[in-house]
């Protein structure tokens, strides 16, 4: 049993942001602080990456843990209500990620993803450092950054 009303919960659902989250404001403020320039939600490109480096053929997804359930993330919970409608939708959503990826991969850019939990409510700059580090290399396609045990791993 949902605690509100239908037209409520719209409301509630409506206010929820697919662009400039306080996550990405933060990681973006971060990264102009060392230097990097950046656009924002290139629509050109597939998935319309939150933040896009030209210059180094680098995308970065900043991803919400509920939203594009992050794994063994204590964020990423399936809501009691309406379940089936939850789970197509999750689905759907990380099925859309990945094959953004694949394209973006297939256009010769190379990806990051920063999970909202890695990034909290301020910057750990060794988070910075991590994504810099990808950021300056040629060799590695793709990483992901944020664990819930640490606060951020690279694979």
Known sequence: MDIVDSKTRSRMMSGIR???TKPEVLLR???HTVG???RINVRLLPGSPDIVLPKWRVVIFVHG???HRHPDCKKATTPATNTDFWTKKFAAN???DKTAIEELHNLGW???IVWECAIGTKID???IDDLASFISQTAKQHVELG???KGYTQR
Request: glycine share 0%; proline share 4%.
């Open 36 to 38: 990097y320039r950046y």
């Open 94 to 96: 990380t099925k859309r």
């Open 125 to 127: 700059f060794e988070l």
């Open 65 to 67: 843990c509920f939203w």
């Open 29 to 31: 403020k971060a990264l």
């Open 18 to 20: 697919s662009r400039n």
């Open 110 to 112: 190379r990806t990051a």
């Open 147 to 149: 664990a819930p045990q």
